[in-house]
């Protein structure tokens, strides 16, 4: 069992930059990819950006490419989504989620965590 618990959420402007963060307990020593997914009211579920579990591979949304960075430290057990120049439309609940394997790339996984909420202002 692996728990996630996401924070760093907020109201933000339009242009402005958030930092959330996404902590990880249980059993945790096993390598896993770590993916930030989002959902906007009324809209499904969505991918935003992964990261493998040695952090040397990312993937990204064309929607955030160049505006977002994941990455993690698995000393602290965390993943982070350093989010910038963002934009009105990136409004939604972000969730982390862990997914057994050294890296994947989806929607699905195994684990998730009960989602923060970012809100950027026009």
């Known amino acids: 069992q692996v728990q996630l618990v996401e924070s760093g959420g907020g109201l933000v402007q339009a242009g402005g930059s958030l930092r959330l963060s996404c902590v990880a307990s249980?059993?945790?020593?096993?390598?896993?990819?770590m993916g930030w997914l989002r959902q906007a009211p009324g809209k499904g579920r969505e991918f935003v950006a992964a990261?493998?579990?040695?952090?040397?591979?990312?993937h990204y949304s064309d929607s955030v490419k160049g505006r977002f960075t994941v990455s993690r430290d698995n000393a602290k057990d965390t993943v982070y989504l350093q989010m910038n120049s963002l934009k009105p439309e990136d409004t939604a609940v972000y969730y982390c989620a862990a997914q057994r394997g050294s890296y994947y790339v989806g929607i699905e996984y195994d684990y998730w965590g009960q989602g923060t909420q970012v809100t950027v202002s026009s």
């Open positions: 990261v493998s579990w040695s952090g040397r591979n990312t």
């Open positions: 249980g059993r945790t020593s096993s390598g896993y990819t």
